[in-house]
């Protein structure tokens, strides 16, 4: 289907598989190429990306360790082999 979505304009479009963690009422997600997102669970439509926010760098911090661990992945960018 070249040229043609097959999903809605709203759906998102990305390039690359995505990580994402949910925790402390928080939803994380980073692709390979390191782009990060924070949201609220309560923003169902993820219309607020909150890592800008110095309030939420603690939080933020934990769940790039987090994912590190699980995935092999530093700060949003996959590790060397």
């Known amino acids: 289907m070249d040229g ?3 999903q ?6 990305h390039d ?4 994402s963690l949910v925790d402390q009422g928080y939803r ?9 997102a924070l949201y ?4 169902t439509d993820e219309r607020t990306n909150l ?3 110095p309030a939420k760098l603690g939080i933020l911090a934990g769940l790039r360790a987090t994912l590190s661990r699980i995935r092999g992945i530093d700060a949003g960018r996959r590790r060397q082999q």
């Open 16 to 19: 690359g598989p995505l990580f």
């Open 40 to 43: 609220r669970l309560s923003d």
């Open 28 to 36: 994380y997600i980073v692709n390979v190429a390191g782009a990060e």
């Open 4 to 6: 043609v979505r097959s």
């Open 8 to 13: 809605a304009a709203s759906f998102p479009v």
């Open 51 to 53: 890592p800008a926010e």
